[in-house]
């Protein structure tokens, strides 16, 4: 059977080895795959793994071997499901690999907001605390997180994770979640609509997933129901917020900072608002990617496939 990954680079850039996929068939692989590059790269492929380039219903037309398609992440927007269905293609997903690697990146990006280290750590090399007349160096205020609250909307997983995180750093966790069940021991934890959440915390972290519920969560509305003092971090999905009014929002002096390692934009052109906007950290979709995350989903997506092989899929989304 012929095996073809279609963007392999951001699953394995060179550290992985795509070994486990050689023994279901002949596997090639591509860094990359620009859209009018997809048909013929399918042409006669039995199996497609995919991450990031759409597949949508006139290629899936054309994919006439296609039986397969593994997505090598968790969502799985980039598929026309529907058309996978009807042309009898099953397509699954890997639901979990990277929850603690993203909680700890919330932090990750969390602690920068309130503690600059970057910043304090190139002035140092720049010499200001040579030359600084008192024995400590502060270059912005600095933020203790014990005993803020913070508000989770999404409480899967990875909310669950970064919640456990933030009670062991004193901090008291409240969480909004369309579902809620199983509320975990922690002192103070409660239950609240998400308008609640927002008006009460003091670090919001979004981990929802993008349904036509949650596109645009974050909007002018809502924040103007946030602290002027509070933090909001986006590890979820871009579209969970409107980017010209966080941006504003910033900019005014209307929220403390925002710190965001998803965009609605992809990579984001050059004058999306929230680049330049105050005090507003952006990184390029990396919550994800440690090796130790993307090993894990390397392992489960040469599973989903040797199930499918078997006759018995799992992690079927179609």
């Excluded at 600059?116 to 400590?136: C, F, Q, Y």
């Excluded at 330049?276 to 995350?293: F, K, Q, S």
Aim: charged letters at 20%; aromatic letters at 6%; glycine letters at 8%.
């Amino acid at each position: 059977m012929k095996i073809v990954a279609l963007d392999g680079y951001c699953l394995n850039p060179g550290d992985l080895t795509w070994d486990g996929f050689r023994a279901f068939g002949e596997v090639e692989i591509f860094e990359r795959s620009a859209p009018e590059e997809v048909p013929g790269r399918l042409a006669g492929a039995g199996i497609a793994l995919v991450n990031k380039t759409p597949l949508r219903a006139p290629v899936l037309r054309q994919a006439k071997d296609l039986r397969y398609i593994g997505v090598l992440a968790t969502g799985y927007d980039i598929v026309d499901v529907a058309a996978a269905r009807d042309a009898g293609i099953v397509v699954t997903n890997v639901p979990t690999y990277g929850t603690a690697s993203v909680a700890q990146f919330v932090f990750a990006l969390l602690l920068e907001l309130c503690q600059s280290v970057k910043l304090h750590a190139e002035a140092v090399r720049a010499g200001e605390w040579t030359r600084n007349p008192d024995w400590s160096l502060a270059k912005t205020p600095l933020v203790e997180l014990g005993g803020k609250t913070m508000g989770i909307a999404g409480f899967g997983r990875i909310g669950r994770q970064t919640a456990r995180i933030a009670d062991a750093m004193g901090m008291r966790v409240i969480a909004a979640d369309a579902a809620p069940h199983d509320p975990p021991d922690y002192e103070g934890f409660r239950w609240v609509e998400m308008m609640e959440l927002l008006r009460e915390s003091d670090v919001v972290s979004l981990h929802a997933p993008l349904t036509p519920e949650t596109r645009g969560l974050i909007n002018a509305g809502t924040l103007a129901a946030m602290k002027p003092t509070a933090y909001l971090i986006n590890t979820s999905r871009g579209p969970l917020v409107e980017a010209r009014a966080l941006a504003d929002a910033l900019n005014e002096g209307r929220l403390a900072g925002a710190a965001l390692d998803v965009l609605d934009a992809e990579p984001p052109p050059a004058d999306h608002p929230l680049l330049t906007a105050r005090n507003c950290l952006v990184t390029p979709h990396i919550a994800w990617a440690t090796r130790e995350a993307r090993g894990r989903l390397m392992q489960a997506a040469i599973q989903n496939m040797a199930a499918f092989v078997s006759g018995h899929p799992r992690n079927v989304i179609s």
